[in-house]
């Protein structure tokens, strides 16, 4: 992008490869071709029918206006008692706002608070889009490489050496996407000792793969644990994964209430209140039966669990297992050096892709419903 009518914010960032490549997937079939597509963090189950009848009630009902700015009242209540019940997390009505997804909650967080050159420490392996949001927001992204070896999570030390007085933002994604991995308490203890000396650094929690977790481990929100970091954190969730509701485009922030008034503001004068009819589905989603929630996890690991053996016995290939989210993080170090049946050599990761590098354990040639 070079046209100098576009934006310097948009210049320096590139569209999410993400959504590019599911874009052309979708291209592909809609002229006919047969696509499975392991491109996007997407479940294929459909949204669970008695949160698509709670959606068709509100149309009939006429919630089809605009609502409050910061999400319905039934919605904050809603999330308000899940943070409660599922995380021991108290937030009041003001200091939730509901956002057209967790994407926008993240770039919404980083508009309204990152100036020039602010620094945001991103823990590598990360989710594509983290580093472009923080560039179009006018910050500096700072990765952190996170290896295989340490279970590709940040330790403390590496934490320290990396803030500096320009961090801003620390983003925390437990269970991760794409590594699967996830924090224990006694690691975000040592987190929480080093953001105790620099006042000046905020925390975001991406909780949005929260309930698919593969092993019994207890898995307590970072806030539970360091509950004396409350007034910096903004805890991001939302219901696109864990209901199978991608594209109903409801997420939520909860945080100090300074932060989610300017994020309000921003969002007012932008996006505007999220989806009126989503918003009623959100409610019977995060109210309703939950089911669905631990049936589609069993699924997932049972793909998870088909998938890694296949993977491991390929000469080259390395997986470890995911403590959670819908992801494999396929090491292919093996192969580097090595030359292709037609003479390529594989120099870099990015050489194997057409082999595979992070497969989502979705889109099974079998099609659950529920
Ligand atoms: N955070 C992570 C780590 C993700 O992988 C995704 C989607 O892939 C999102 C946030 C976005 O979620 P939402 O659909 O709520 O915008």
């Known amino acids: 992008m070079n046209s100098s009518r576009i934006a310097e914010r948009v210049r320096r960032i590139k569209p999410s490869p ?15 071709r047969q696509i499975v597509s392991l491109v996007v963090g997407e479940p294929d189950f459909d949204t669970p029918a008695h949160i698509r009848h709670a959606a068709a009630n509100a149309m009939e009902k006429g919630a089809t206006r605009y609502t409050l700015m910061a999400g319905t009242v039934d919605l904050r209540r809603a999330i308000a008692a899940k943070l ?11 200091e939730i706002i509901a956002t057209n997804g967790a994407k926008s909650a993240i770039y919404s967080a980083f508009a309204a608070t990152l100036e020039p050159g602010d620094e945001v420490i991103i823990p590598a392996p990360y989710w594509v889009s983290y580093p472009d949001m923080t560039l179009a927001c006018d910050g500096t992204p700072v990765f952190v490489p996170c290896d295989e070896a340490q279970g590709f999570k940040l330790t ?11 961090t801003r933002w620390l983003l925390i994604n437990s269970p991760s996407n794409p590594t699967g991995a996830s924090y224990t308490a006694d690691e975000y203890r ?50 696109s994964k864990t209901y199978a509701m991608t594209g109903w485009r409801i997420g939520w922030i909860a945080g100090p209430s300074d932060l989610v008034e300017a994020i309000n503001t ?5 996006a505007g209140n999220c989806c009126s009819i989503s918003q009623a589905a959100a409610v019977a989603a ?14 997932y690991r049972q793909r998870r669990d088909a998938t890694l053996p296949l993977i491991n016995a390929i000469p080259g290939l390395s997986c470890r297992a995911p403590d959670g989210a819908f992801y494999l993080y396929v090491n292919c ?3 580097i050096g090595k030359t292709t049946p037609d003479g390529k050599r594989l120099n870099v990761d990015g050489d194997c892709r057409d082999g595979l590098w992070a497969l989502a354990l979705l889109q099974a040639s079998d099609r659950h419903s529920h």
């Not at 993400?18 to 006919?32: F, H, K, N, P, V």
């Open 18 to 32: 993400s959504t590019s490549a599911a874009d052309r997937a979708s291209e592909l079939r809609r002229q006919g």
């Open 84 to 94: 409660e019940r599922e995380n021991g997390l108290t937030y009041a009505l003001y």
């Open 156 to 166: 403390a030390a590496q934490l320290e050496a990396a803030i500096t007085t320009r």
């Open 190 to 239: 040592a987190i929480a000792g080093v953001l105790a000396k620099h006042p000046q650094v905020m925390v975001m929690t991406d909780d949005i793969y929260e309930h698919i977790r593969y092993d019994n481990v207890s898995a307590p929100h970072f806030l539970a644990v360091a509950p004396e970091l409350r007034d910096r954190t903004l805890a991001i969730n939302g219901v």
């Open 266 to 270: 921003l969002l007012s004068q932008s």
């Open 286 to 299: 995060l109210d309703g039966d939950q089911s669905f929630v631990g049936r589609s996890a069993a699924i």
């Open 333 to 335: 170090a093996g192969l």
